[in-house]
């Protein structure tokens, strides 16, 4: 059996080896591969290891061995899945790998957000302390959480992790998703619709998948039902934001502040408009990049591969277009 990976750098850079998956078959790993890269490398490939390399329909046309593709994330949005099941293949995500990892990182962000401890420690070695006429100082203000509500749009695994982290904090939690599920445990907590959420949060922080009918969903009509204080989060997909609109509600002071580990193009652009715009955090989509997290990641995709060879494909993300199902 033929594997090919075509882009392995990020999970393993060199701490989180591919051992268990080689010994499934014959392993081809390629750190990064480009769009004109694909077909030469995946010609003879019976499956394909993916995170955030595209495989689209003209190249699925042009694969007749493929067989499988099975994501090295959660969102697959990278693999046309109804290409995909047209022509037999189960495409397969890994649904629960960094679960803690990206709640932990939303909370990393959102209190970034509310002390501001990096510009503080530079204030410090700068000497700013140190000729400082009193013994403490800030140079922004310092926000408390406890009492405030945080609004979870997308509220599936990571989005109930982060509204548990969130009630620990003293949060009233408020939450958006489209398929409710069960209340959780703790209170308070709301559903509310998606427009009501942006406008009664004070943290308004993003967990939902992107598709095809969700892109640029953030906009300015969203952001500007939000308070005025109110901060932004997206450690989802880039996509789902406007970002020529997010950055202008941060130049006007339409909202206080944002903290993103994801744009719609990655790496980021020079011009992207969030690079300039004002208290707008962001980081090089590292919420998932936990080795502990990597690990379990590594792992679901040694457990999708078994499943698909024996017969029994798990974690099928396109079921229902599969042909002949």
Not at 87 to 110: H, K
Not at 205 to 213: F, I
Not at 270 to 282: E, F, Q, Y
Request: aromatic share 6%.
């Amino acid at each position: 059996m033929r594997i090919v990976v075509l882009d392995g750098y990020t999970l393993n850079p060199g701490d989180n080896p591919w051992d268990e998956v080689a010994k499934l078959g014959e392993l081809d790993v390629h750190d990064r591969t480009a769009p004109h890269e694909l077909l030469g490398r995946a010609s003879e490939a019976e499956i394909i290891l993916t995170n955030k390399a595209p495989v689209p329909a003209e190249a699925l046309k042009q694969l007749p061995k493929l067989r499988f593709i099975s994501v090295l994330a959660t969102g697959y949005d990278i693999v046309d899945i109804v290409t995909a099941g047209e022509r037999g293949i189960p495409v397969s995500n890994i649904p629960e790998y960094g679960t803690d990892s990206v709640a932990q990182f939303t909370f990393a962000l959102l209190l970034e957000l509310c002390h501001h401890v990096g510009a503080h420690d530079t204030a410090v070695k700068a000497g700013d302390w140190a000729a400082s006429p009193d013994w403490s100082f800030w140079k922004k203000p310092q926000v408390l959480l406890a009492s405030r509500k945080m609004g979870i749009a997308g509220f599936g695994r990571i989005g109930r992790r982060v509204g548990e982290l969130a009630h620990a904090f003293g949060m009233e939690v408020l939450a958006f998703d489209p398929q409710q599920g069960e209340l959780p445990a703790y209170s308070p907590f709301g559903w509310m619709s998606l427009r009501d959420l942006f406008a009664e949060a004070d943290v308004v922080s993003l967990h939902c998948p992107q598709t095809l009918d969700n892109v640029g969903f953030v906009n300015r009509d969203l952001l500007s039902l939000m308070k005025r204080g109110a901060l932004f989060i997206n450690a989802a997909r880039g996509g789902l934001v406007n970002e020529n609109d997010l950055a202008e509600a941060l130049n006007t002071e339409r909202i206080a502040g944002a903290a993103i580990d994801v744009v719609s193009i990655e790496p980021i652009q020079p011009d992207n408009p969030l690079l300039g715009a004002r208290n707008c955090l962001i980081t090089p989509h590292i919420a998932w990049a936990t080795l502990t997290a990597r690990q379990r990641l590594m792992k679901g995709t040694v457990e999708n591969i078994e499943a698909f060879l024996s017969g029994r494909p798990i974690n099928v993300v396109n079921a229902q277009h599969l042909r002949g199902k």
